[in-house]
């Protein structure tokens, strides 16, 4: 696959506590995704980035903060968590007219 | 908006039958491309399908079929001589390069279980 690895594979946090995803991929895609999935709502994109320090806001952005200083790597934040973050959290990689590649996910559980 | 639905939450099947799932769309654009993923319970999110709009063919990879009915803005998927291994969910999703760059849209998923 798209080599794309997510850290931590999970997290338990504490409400009010920032929180950072990390996404690493080695496939050199253009294209780089942050999407949340919860029960009853499949896959909703948060933020993607369309190259170095290039993001913009997907459908549910509130709340979350991204950064991409290198192609490799994308960086998910939650600058002050809440019990409605509590989440899978999955990176996606592509290129253009290209399926994406899913990482495996991060569980994350704000308490 | 682009829009996917799935209509039916979760489905059975009894193992070596064929089952379909239920997908529809909706959008303005005209080339885009449609596909399907299993997320069985390790979390993984793996590509089954692809369909690209501008082609009338319907796609096909080994025991997995689609029906792709663009005018109905219909993308059905079939699983033939199912397996307890196809027990998982699954996502139908579009994509368009339009200007939203290459945003995957998701539905919300039918869970397939599969009985010996």
């Known amino acids: 696959d798209a080599g794309i690895t997510q850290s931590p594979r999970h997290k338990v946090t504490e409400t009010g506590t920032p929180v950072t995803l990390r996404c690493h991929q080695t496939?050199?895609?253009?294209?780089m995704y942050w999407y949340r999935q919860d029960p009853g709502h499949g896959l909703r994109l948060i933020h993607y980035?369309?190259?170095?320090?290039?993001?913009d806001k997907g459908e549910v952005s509130d709340g979350y903060s991204v950064s991409r200083s290198k192609t490799e790597d994308f960086l998910l934040t939650l600058e002050s968590a809440t019990s409605s973050q509590t989440s899978v959290y999955f990176c996606a990689t592509g290129t253009d007219n290209s399926p994406l590649h899913f990482g495996n996910g991060t569980r994350l559980t704000v308490t | 908006a682009q829009t996917v639905t799935q209509s039916q939450p979760e489905m059975s099947v009894q193992e070596a039958e064929t089952v379909t799932l239920s997908c529809t769309y909706d959008t303005s654009e005209s080339d885009y491309y449609l596909f399907w993923y299993k997320q069985p319970p390790s979390r993984q999110m793996i590509l089954v399908i692809r369909?690209?709009?501008?082609?009338?063919q319907n796609a096909t990879e080994n025991r997995f079929s689609v029906n792709f009915q663009k005018a109905a803005k219909s993308f059905s998927l079939k699983i033939s001589d199912s397996q307890l291994g196809d027990a998982a969910m699954y996502f139908c999703?579009?994509?368009?390069?339009?200007?939203?760059?290459?945003?995957?849209?998701f539905g919300k998923g039918t869970k397939l279980s599969v009985k010996p």
């Open positions: 999703a579009y994509i368009d390069y339009g200007g939203s760059q290459g945003n995957l849209i």
């Open positions: 496939e050199n895609h253009r294209y």
């Open positions: 369909q690209e709009a501008y082609k009338q």
């Open positions: 980035s369309y190259g170095v320090k290039d993001t």
